[in-house]
């Protein structure tokens, strides 16, 4: 619109001329053209001014809603930009992630292969330290140890030797009373320390047997357990009655005693109530001299006897037989009997008792079968190596002098030998385990009681048959002398001290 107003304003200024104009009126074209020029140049700044004004204006009333679309631009361009680098982050992430789970495979393979070259390389080189281990504590056995102490397969050879003669005999005995009312024996069961092999005689070797007898025809055997209730119990006795055998006669080849009559009955050999028994009970020393005097007519009939010697010494409970072979060597065989308590380990037998006098009817109980069949189940599982045998042998080498029986070490080692694994027992252990059963029978002293093992303990093998009273009992107390008297507790303490400086000096010195 200016520009069209200005060129207007000359349109109507210009004058017209001809081909020629007048000088003067060329100068005053020409200042008036400059004139006009200065003038249309104000204008135009005026106008451009003008423009530059209005758009300021506008620029300054949209000036808010550049800021907000500027933010927002921005914020658009950082979350666009973030989650590119996220995308990025996460590609290779997951790529990484690919790449160490593959490294981490080739490693756990190479460390596979290496741990099992290591474990392989680990136990050859254990196996060779055990090995030397062994070598060494071995030859550190015969330093200390002296040679009796050590397993004697002599005279486990020697007992079962033994053994075999006893059963010829019972079987020859049996043959002998088939045809009288005197006892059958059964069965031979070798009891005792010489055949478990921790007897320390070194002059004599005495071994034990209990010979189970079975009631002749005709006759019934009931066991009379006794009015007191500690078990094993001492004054058991064994009531022999008759049964009646009417309609079995030409069976068994005998008249009932029952319902026959005495003027038949005395063509009949006498009951066992008239020879073996006082009253209605079987009296043990009878029964002692009769045993005695079967064994020895068996003997008779042993091929052996003719190169050996075999003489029969009776006891007042029980008989001994003193073998001599072809070399002039002895052996002494203890033989007692006893009858089994229904289908279990326990016997009433007629063992000897510590009481000053034991009636000639009582059999006390006795757990001796128990026991030898506990240690057979002991080196059934034990290896070869097994030394517990060896261990009770040195405790009672220690304990020699002093007021512990055999049979409560005995029972100490029982009592171990269900705590500790049998594989703990060999002579790489033999100083630890001397170390538990002095400690353990310190501990039993300090508390004055050492329990049965037999009796009302749950750790019992099942292998092993035992009534049910001795399943359910408690315990009676192999320290109750302790107990009893302060002295003797006081006593056993001090031999505690000895026993283990004892052991000391069997280690160092070996004797």
Sequence with gaps: MALAFIFALLAQTLPLAGEEFHEDTFIRMRQREVYLREQMTELLQEVEQSDRDHSRTGMLALLPSLKIMSVLCVFGLLFWLIWKIEKKVWEDQDNSDEEEQEEEEV??????????ELEEEEEELQEQDEEENVQEEEVDQSLFLPEFFGPNEDLKKQGDGMQQLVNVLINIAQIAVLDTFFPVPEQSFVVGSTYEGWDLSMEETVFCFLVSLKPPRGHIFYLELGTTRELPIKNSRIRV?????CGQEQGLKMLCFLHTSADELRNQQPSLLDTLCSGPYLDVEKTARWFGAVLKNAWKCVPLSAACRLIVVLFKRSCRLRLTDIMQRTFLIDVMFGVQQANTDIFLSSQETEAAYTPSTAWPQTCAVAEAKFFKHIAARAGEDSFHLECLKVCAYICQGYNFSPYELKTVLMHLLTAIPVEYWNRRHFVQRMEDILLY????VKEKRLDHFLIGNEEVPAE?????????????NLFQRLVQDLYRHEQALYEMEMLRDRFTTLLRDGK
Aim: aromatic letters at 6%; charged letters at 30%.
């Design 241 to 245: 009655e008759l049964k009646c055998t």
């Design 441 to 444: 029978l310190r501990c039993c």
């Design 464 to 476: 092993i048959i035992l009534p049910w009273e001795f399943r359910v009992s408690v315990p009676p």
């Design 107 to 116: 490693e756990v393979q190479d460390e596979q292969i290496d741990n099992g």
